[in-house]
């Protein structure tokens, strides 16, 4: 199931040209519950909902619960510019987990999820220079991105006081082909392929502190904080020429010895908290990151310190004076951008609304979350994307004791 899923994760989210600058379009962190709520999960917690946000929320779940966790997502991305506009429909699948709590004061999690996403083509044709009316077509195309794979736990040091931490391995690869032709009779083309091949890993902790006001309401205040990150970069590099009159294609140049960079993946770290009263709950996050200080092999622009904020709510109603198994939720975010090119930052807005129900032992979290970012200004791209998502959680009972009377 890990080998499926990690194969699926690897393949094209986006076609954002913006997935081209760093290590790619960075992922909407968290699950079906999360993302329907505005990307919150800092604060927090719940006994059959996985939140791999905060890892101290492991220590939520149901001592006598397993939660199989899968998501699936399909996107509809619409990019434009002044001159040109294009589109996508994607579908894939978002992540899987495993999650169980062996007892009251301990869970832990296994999961596997995509990290960044690359997936961009670039098209021109220009005139040679002193060439007079001979052009050349110019093709790029990116694609690739960074998988996560992780393992964690958490566990109750109080009653109302939780810790927890995720070991995450990264590793993918980010492609860039180009391809270059000539429009003459006797024309050739030069292609080359830079592949980097990035591997690594990082450690994520999480504290979550409860303090119960009444009988159903309670404050729950989160941090979360990453360690600096170890990210290997290996780079293997293709060029060929192709003479199509005499149809010969010769390797010009290949090299995947030389190059091998050891870079650094800034510390993290975020707060957040979650009020709960009966049936509602309210939740905000804020994160910080400081990418100014990450430095990517042969990067085209300036990185620069990334600021989230969210804020999210959910709502169970009741039927007939007891609950009932649906759960609705909303929340919206801003994110103050990861790239600046020339003077202008590349922000970005989200808003997102959600349906959670139940069927048997099947746990439904439905969401749709539409993100907008960029601008038509500075001959800029804008992008925009509606995505639908579907978690499904399978909820078995592992850890019980048979009593007979």
Excluded at 46 to 66: E, F, G, K, Q
Excluded at 293 to 305: M, Y
Aim: net charge neutral; with cysteine; proline share 2%.
């Amino acid at each position: 199931m890990f080998s499926f899923v990690g194969g699926a994760v690897a393949q094209n989210n986006t076609i954002s040209p913006y997935s081209k600058y760093g290590i790619g379009l960075y992922e909407q962190t968290g699950y079906g519950r999360n993302i329907s709520m505005g990307g919150t999960g800092i604060g927090l917690r719940s006994a059959n909902n996985v939140n791999n946000i905060n890892p101290a929320s492991y220590a939520s779940i149901d001592s006598t619960m397993v939660l199989f966790d899968i998501g699936l997502h399909l996107d509809y991305e619409y990019i434009e510019t002044h001159l040109d506009s294009g589109d996508k429909l994607n579908g894939n699948i978002s992540y899987f987990s495993l999650t169980m709590a062996p007892n009251n004061n301990l869970g832990i999690s296994f999961g596997i999820s995509p990290y960044t996403s690359v997936g961009y083509t670039i098209r021109s044709i220009e005139y040679i220079s002193g060439g007079g009316q001979d052009k050349y077509m110019s093709y790029v195309e990116g694609i690739g991105g960074l998988t996560r794979v992780y393992a964690g736990f958490g566990a109750n040091l109080l009653k109302n006081t939780s810790i927890g931490m995720n070991v995450s391995v990264l590793f993918g690869p980010k492609t860039e082909r180009q391809s270059l032709a000539l429009s003459a009779a006797d024309n050739f083309s030069i292609y080359t392929e830079t592949s980097d091949y990035y591997h690594g890993g990082k450690l994520d902790f999480g504290l979550q502190q409860t303090i119960p006001l009444s009988k159903e309401k309670s404050l729950t205040i989160g941090a979360i904080a990453s360690t600096p990150g170890i990210l290997d970069c290996e780079r293997v590099t293709l060029a060929t020429n192709t003479f199509y009159r005499i149809g010969y294609i010769d390797t010009i140049y290949f090299d995947n010895d030389d190059y091998d960079r050891i870079t650094t993946l800034p510390a993290t770290f975020g707060a957040g908290l979650s009020y709960k009263s009966g049936r509602f709950t309210i939740a905000g996050d804020f994160n910080y990151n400081p990418l100014s200080k990450f430095d990517v092999a042969d990067l085209r622009t300036k990185l620069i310190d990334n600021k989230s904020f969210c804020l999210g709510a959910e709502y169970i109603p009741k039927q007939l004076g007891r609950k009932f198994d649906l759960v609705f939720r909303g929340g919206a975010g801003f994110d103050s951008g990861t790239t600046k090119i020339d003077s202008y930052v590349l922000k970005s807005y989200r808003i997102s609304a959600g349906v959670g129900f139940k069927i048997h032992s099947i746990r439904f979290n439905t969401y749709c979350m539409y993100k907008r970012q960029g601008t038509l200004d500075n001959l800029l791209v804008l992008d925009q994307s509606l995505q639908f998502g579907l978690n499904l959680t399978y909820i078995d009972y592992w850890f019980q004791k048979r009593r007979f009377y």
